[in-house]
């Protein structure tokens, strides 16, 4: 019988979910929003109405100071995720196929995206759920609605690293009362009021660890990514390269790769800032100096060429491929090298 069978269906039904995918993820994006607004108001609401009433009054010099901090971080972590939400993640520069004569477009390179069916930067990876091609594309995240890239990565990280401080700091608040209520059977101090949520109380303790665990590793792998000049594909790509030339019996350098503190200061926009040390912390309180990163555009001959172009406004990606295609200087065509040893 010539029905559907397991070879037909099979790819039918991939397809399905491949076009399907984009669909669910941004159905599920505004969920995922609405969680985790809810978790971080969920945490100020118990801090005042659960964990500081054990510690004392609130006309106390105590409760004044840790509450603040945590009010510090709680901003910190909006101001972090909203910047994550709303800053376009990158957008690569296209150059239209219809002004580049196809035969001086090579599609095997990285410069030609299929899907967009426009050439784009070596350093730019096409986002499936967007459907965009994005400049240094680390991931598309459902948790913020937007593809983590080269403009909004270090608020990704900023809002890792103060969700993790902000998991330690409640978890340090909450650990010692649930353990002596719920473990010793013993109160906690003086103040205690006389009816405790208990379960509440255990969510307080247990879920921030939980969260340090999860959103605190994420962290740290953002932090070398950072701090080596990479995104998350190129470092798969970038092993596979070690690989092929340690076998050659050479050694592989990563071009991009400046070292720890130039490459941090280059992705916060703080190259010649002395206070970069501490104004990465806060990346809304300097004006991020302008970076000339690889885009692409055509010469005068009609061939593709990487460029610096100076251009930091995060337009977002897919308006007049003409706009703001200016040659400003030559940069080298390729990312990565391998030495001899
Ligand atoms: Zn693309
Ligand atoms: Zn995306």
Redesign the pocket.
Known sequence: MNGIGPPTFLPQLLQAGKDGLPLAFKLISPLFILVACGLAGGAVYQWFDLIMPMYGPPNTAFFFISTGFGVFIVSQILLNYYRCITVS?GNPGYVGCKEVPLHNVDRDDDYYCKHCKFVTGKDTQH????G?C?SD?DH?CPWIM??VGRENHKYFFLFLFYVTIGCLYLASFSVLPFYTITYRHKRFSKFQPKHIDSGMLSLCAVLPLTLTLAVGGMMLWHLYLLGTAQTSPEFAFNCQAKMRAYKQGKRWINKKDLGFVKNWKKRFGLENNNFWYILWLFPYLYKPKVNEYNKISVDDDMNVVELGLRNNNNNKIGGNINENIQIQQRTPNSSTTIHHV
Not at 127 to 130: D, S, T
């Open positions: 993640p986002c499936f759920i967007c965009k994005v594309l598309h937007n593809c």
